[in-house]
């Protein structure tokens, strides 16, 4: 018995592109699942009998049938596009920069955030790292595909991939967050207040709430949107090819637009300025309101850029693995090698640069003016190398663990809305009438599960879990 489901396919709510694959054979149950275009995780189980087998296997059908899923013929579908950041990359002649350690990830890294506790790296293999600020592993997890990027939004740690989907890191296990419309060629993206934005191949800027349900859709007046970076008043801020749009996130209306003196290869967004490195060799600083604040140059093309605070420094990387740092004046400051291949991002922490690179690496430079000048001299330390560990699994995004204690969180409930499912918090004290934002691949009509926490979002109206979650049996 062989049964092959795909998810139905919605074009107003973000991506459908998955597969969901039950056989029995004897006693044996075997489940298939993941993207279409991939030959997804594969688990079995043994029964004591074929009855059994099958009784499980009607099981997992239906659920899955619950959730959207519907027969399809295997193969009629294709994979989604993809397109990940490029750079050919060149050694860089200048000076070696005082790296103190680089953890070598095992393919080019993408994704890269730094707190005062921990160093996030994610790579093109769809592996995270979480590290502490000696470059040991204290955690990591395996997605389904490459990592495009790691974002932060408030106490929310999100991945997002290839795939379109956007995993939450903020519990033991990796949660969806949201699924991007299988046509869109998504480029890079960030989340601000639960606001997901999405910039594409074609320019395109996307937006998509809480309920993973698209906002608005603009086209810029370019193309190649590799920046996207949200603000917590509800600003987007699109980078492309002809230069910086600024739009309202909740309507998509123009607030501002500028151009650049070539494409925008990346951005970063501070308290006070949006910052972009192009094509065209350039790093320029804005100000929210889109007048220009500096113009510095470098020596390539810059596919990566990152301020310390109050904008007191700008750090930008180039395409022949050169780092460079500015002040607030765009005056250059420094350049030095990275020696470990061009940076796709980077981020500035506590007088320390790190950088996520083309060779994979997660290199931490001490940026301080004595290891600066000594480098500067050709005096850098020893740098201490670090291998990734192990592969492990794919991690499946589905699974719940039954709720032991009642007493601990908040209690949810599975609703229907009109034709939507829709999650209401059950537990007293909180807005039984606000939307919860939650995984869509885990909401059953009628299942009652418990959470952490939920959190009233910034803008009001709905709330959003955090930490794990649990079903209540």
């Known amino acids: 018995m062989k049964t092959y489901l795909e998810l139905s396919v919605d074009e107003n709510v973000g991506s459908a592109h998955k597969f969901y694959e039950v056989t029995v ?53 294709k994979k989604r596009s993809i397109t990940r950041r490029s750079i050919t990359s060149k050694r860089s002649t200048a000076k070696k920069a005082p790296v103190l350690w680089k953890f070598n990830s095992g393919s080019p890294a993408f994704g890269i955030y730094i707190d005062d506790n921990y160093c996030w790296v994610g790579n093109e293999k769809g592996r995270i790292f979480k590290l502490n600020h000696e470059g040991e592993v204290v955690m990591q997890f395996q997605l389904p595909d490459g990592v495009k990027s790691i974002i932060v939004d408030e106490g929310w740690i999100y991945v997002g991939c290839d795939d379109g989907n956007v995993y939450d890191l903020t519990g033991k296990l990796p949660r969806l967050a949201y699924e991007i419309n299988e046509n869109i060629d998504i480029y890079w993206l960030d989340v601000k207040n639960g606001l997901l934005a999405v910039s594409d191949e074609g320019g395109n800027l996307t937006v998509i709430n809480a309920e993973d349900e698209e906002q608005w859709n603009k086209k810029s007046a370019g193309k190649s949107g590799w920046m996207v970076r949200c603000d917590k008043v509800g600003r987007v801020y699109h980078g492309h090819s002809k230069g910086v749009t600024c739009y309202y996130g909740w309507d998509g209306s123009t607030i501002w637009n500028k151009k650049t003196s070539g494409a925008v290869l990346f951005g970063w967004k501070s308290e006070h300025a949006v ?28 596919f990566s850029c990152a301020t310390a605070p109050n904008d007191e420094y700008i750090f930008a990387g180039d395409s022949s693995s050169s780092i460079y740092c500015y002040n607030k004046a765009g005056e250059r400051l420094w350049k030095l090698a990275s020696t470990c291949g061009s940076a796709y991002s980077m981020q500035y922490h506590k007088e320390k640069v790190y950088i996520v690179t083309t060779n994979g690496s997660l290199a931490c430079i001490d940026a301080s003016e004595a290891a600066i000048e000594a480098a500067k001299a050709g005096d850098v330390p020893t740098i201490q ?55 869509k691949n885990l909401r059953i009509l009628g299942q009652r599960y418990m959470v952490d926490n939920v959190l009233e979002a ?3 109206g709905f709330y959003r879990y955090y930490g794990n979650i649990y079903k209540i049996d």
């Open 25 to 77: 054979e004897d006693t044996l149950l075997t489940l298939r699942y993941g993207r279409i275009g991939t030959d997804g995780t594969v688990s079995t189980k043994t029964f004591p009998s074929n009855e059994l087998a099958l009784k499980e296997a009607e099981k997992k059908i239906k659920a899955k049938k619950r959730k959207g899923y519907e027969e399809a013929e295997q193969g009629v579908r």
């Open 385 to 439: 190398d670090i291998k990734a560990p192990k592969a492990i699994a794919v991690i499946q995004t589905d699974i719940l663990e039954s709720a032991t204690d009642l007493t601990k969180g908040v209690e949810l409930v599975c609703i229907k809305d009109g034709s939507k499912l829709r999650m209401r918090v059950v537990t007293p004290g909180f807005h039984s009438d606000w939307n919860v934002q939650f995984p």
């Open 275 to 302: 910052t972009v490195g192009t094509s065209s060799n350039n790093v320029t600083l804005f100000d929210l309101e889109g007048k220009q604040i500096a113009d510095m140059k470098a020596d390539d093309s810059v």
């Open 458 to 460: 910034n803008q009001g």
